[in-house]
């Protein structure tokens, strides 16, 4: 079975740039996470779907940050413009019940 | 708001030593509990979880977690670790009626050969 899968694993902009992520999930899980890591810290929730709906977003900064899963299948997150201190690891999971599974992330670097 | 909180930051200790990570929470509900490991190069991936019944849990690779309710405590141990231990352990709680995960600042393992 494949896992979460997220492109492009690096990215290297300089800011006021937008970026793009994209996170196909596992097969059948309804819900999709996206995190943001900071190097030496855990990984912080952004936003969470429920098939197409958006149903914790309250952690997204919705003046940079846009999330879309039109289809409830994949999704992309967007930042625009990016800044420095945007410079960190996207992590992409997907659940179907209780457990996470994570994508491998995009590391990005805002210059 | 829920939060967890990882005692040590940075871990350094010898092959066949014991280790033990502490996690600890804040939140008063029922509680779903989890580790995960970040191995170098990979991504997060689980090692164990609890959601009820026995508080000792076994995962893989020979790590085990025990919840201790009146504590708040979920802490990760292996009594004897390999240099392939090496890696960064997060430590993730989510209350049982929701699906938002909070994890733990981590806890980077270097287990020298």
């Known amino acids: 079975e494949a896992g979460v899968v997220q492109s492009p694993r690096y990215k290297i902009i300089e800011k006021k740039q937008p970026v793009a992520f994209w996170c196909n999930p596992i097969?059948?899980?309804?819900?999709l996470y996206w995190y943001l890591q900071n190097l030496g810290q855990g990984p912080e929730l952004l936003i969470r779907?429920?098939?197409?709906?958006?149903?914790?977003d309250s952690q997204l900064p919705k003046d940079r940050f846009s999330a879309e899963r039109l289809k409830g299948v994949d999704s992309t997150l967007k930042i625009q413009p990016a800044e420095l201190g945007d410079s960190a690891v996207y992590l992409c999971?997907?659940?179907?019940?209780?457990?996470?599974?994570f994508g491998p992330g995009t590391r990005l670097t805002v210059l | 708001a829920q939060s967890v909180s990882q005692h040590n930051h940075h871990v350094i200790l010898s092959e066949a030593a014991s280790l033990e990570l502490g996690c600890n929470y804040s939140?008063?509900?029922?509680?779903?509990l989890f580790w995960y490991v970040q191995y170098p190069g990979q991504h997060l991936q689980l090692l164990l979880k609890?959601?009820?019944?026995?508080?000792l849990v076994k995962g893989i690779k020979g790590f085990e977690a025990e919840f201790i309710k009146s504590k708040f405590s979920f802490n990760l141990r292996k009594p004897s670790v390999q240099w392939s231990d090496t890696a960064e352990y997060f430590c993730?709680?989510?209350?049982?009626?929701?699906?938002?995960?909070?994890f733990g600042g981590g806890t980077r393992v270097l287990v020298k050969p």
């Open positions: 609890y959601f009820s019944g026995d508080p």
């Open positions: 993730a709680v989510n209350q049982a009626a929701g699906n938002k995960l909070t």
């Open positions: 097969s059948g899980h309804n819900t």
């Open positions: 939140y008063g509900g029922t509680v779903n």
């Open positions: 999971a997907s659940s179907l019940s209780g457990e996470q599974f």
């Open positions: 779907y429920e098939n197409e709906e958006a149903v914790d």
